[in-house]
């Protein structure tokens, strides 16, 4: 199957830092990719999906100003959050359909941890 | 709104048992049902999707759109079978996924 990749696979960093962590889709092109907010026991949480080429789309709550994504290329979609404080401590995972199959299966990276200090 | 429900947040089942995991959803038009499993220490994959209407591992799920159910069986469960379960579901294409809030499965030896 596809391969979705995240780096890192986990960050610390001082409170009021901005961290940025990468989504490549590593042997097909998606056009959107998804991000995705999991919190220890819960379910995955859609904060935004990641359009190449244009705006992402922030789900409702989401700061957009506070979860920076970018989605320079067809492989590539970052999530930077800015001025981290402890509270965005959380796990995040992106996703991305290889659209040349038709069965809309959403391929996930392995997440990424990260713990703002 | 799009909204997955999963009564159930922890279950155990002997091994060999049957197993069923519940998922109901809300959703205006024709959707896409998924199940997605996490095993430990790994990334969350693609179980089965209604539209296939296959068997993966043992694991069957018939969508019913009169009760807006998608749930997940099994007729005997195998200790590998122990992970998070969670349903899913998408207004199809490339459509955002909404997760329910995950059956965590525990298989007793």
């Known amino acids: 199957g596809a391969v979705v990749s995240q780096h890192p696979s986990w960050v610390i960093c001082k409170s009021g830092t901005s961290v940025k962590i990468e989504c490549r889709s590593l042997?097909?092109?998606?056009?959107?990719m998804f991000w995705y907010r999991q919190f220890p026991k819960q379910s995955l949480m859609l904060m935004a999906t990641?359009?190449?080429?244009?705006?992402?789309?922030?789900e409702q709550g989401v700061e957009k100003d506070k979860f920076l994504i970018n989605h320079a290329s067809l492989t590539l979609s970052t999530l930077t959050v800015t001025s981290a404080h402890p509270e965005d401590s959380s796990f995040y995972i992106c996703s991305a359909r290889d659209l040349r199959q038709g069965s809309g299966e959403l391929f996930f990276g392995e997440g990424s941890r990260l713990t703002v200090l | 709104a799009q909204r997955v429900t999963q009564p159930e947040k922890l279950l155990s089942v002997f091994k060999g048992a049957p197993v069923e995991l519940k998922c109901n959803y809300s959703?205006?038009?024709?959707?896409?049902l998924f199940w997605y499993v996490q095993y430990s220490r790994q990334r969350l994959q693609l179980l089965l999707r209604h539209i296939s209407r296959e068997s993966i591992k043992g694991f069957t799920a018939d969508l019913n759109k009169g009760e807006t159910s998608f749930h997940l069986k099994k007729p005997f469960a195998q200790e590998e079978d122990s992970a998070m379960y969670y349903c899913?579901?998408?207004?199809?294409?490339?459509?955002?996924?909404?997760f329910g809030t995950g059956t965590r499965l525990t298989i007793i030896p």
């Open positions: 042997d097909f092109q998606a056009t959107t």
């Open positions: 899913a579901l998408s207004g199809g294409g490339n459509e955002k996924l909404t």
């Open positions: 959703y205006s038009g024709s959707p896409e």
């Open positions: 990641s359009n190449e080429g244009s705006k992402a789309t922030y």
